[in-house]
């Protein structure tokens, strides 16, 4: 068995790090795991614990999607929180609407559906998680602190392919090895 999920990498930027250091150091006095920028992506699926002779069928169904696919911009911009404001559980970056990005994930959805692989719960949301919250001690002060991020350009990525990772989980973070690349 593999943890596996499907991706776009992405690569920060100048102005994505100093973004990023901003609100780590703000909110240093939280119970935060952050993510590390080097391993930041956009998740299209998450396919979890897999059989590993299901991989050529997973990988045909990315050939499938990427055929109709063509090169396309991000647009990474804005904070926020999954979860409540008094539950607060993901700090995040937004990736604004972008047609390519929806059409995309959809091919990835309904081909993986065509194999069994169950829907999603919920919909779609393009965001990178940044942060998983084990424990906010100052729940006012860590939505001022998001607040002042809610509305702010972060950087463009140009997307040329999306990759089938393998997550392994270690104690020191996860380790993603990329399994295949589908070229845009």
């Known amino acids: ?27 240093s ?12 992506h956009l998740t299209l699926k998450f396919l979890g614990e897999t059989d590993e002779t299901k991989i050529p069928e997973i990988t045909h169904v990315l050939q499938k999607a990427v055929a109709n696919s063509k090169p396309f911009s991000l647009q990474i911009a804005d904070a926020g929180i999954f979860g409540s404001r008094y539950d607060p559980k993901v700090i995040w970056f937004g990736i604004k609407k972008h047609p390519e990005l929806e059409k995309l994930a959809k091919d990835i959805f309904i081909g993986l559906q065509s194999c069994n692989w169950q829907p999603d719960r ?15 001690k100052d ?14 350009e972060i950087q463009n990525e140009i997307v040329t392919e999306f990759i089938l990772y393998e997550s ?7 380790q993603y090895i990329a399994i295949s690349r589908f070229a845009l």
Do not use: C
């Open 139 to 152: 729940k006012p002060l860590f939505q001022q602190i998001i607040s002042r991020f809610r509305t702010i």
């Open 122 to 136: 919920q919909n779609f949301v393009p965001h990178l998680t940044i942060g998983r919250i084990k424990e906010i």
């Open 168 to 174: 392994i989980l270690k104690r020191e973070g996860p």
């Open 29 to 40: 006095h939280e119970r935060i795991k952050w993510v590390d920028p080097s391993n930041m």
């Open 1 to 27: 068995m593999k943890r596996l999920f499907v991706a776009i990498k992405i690569h920060p930027s100048e102005t994505y790090t100093i973004v990023f250091k901003q609100i780590l150091s703000s909110l």
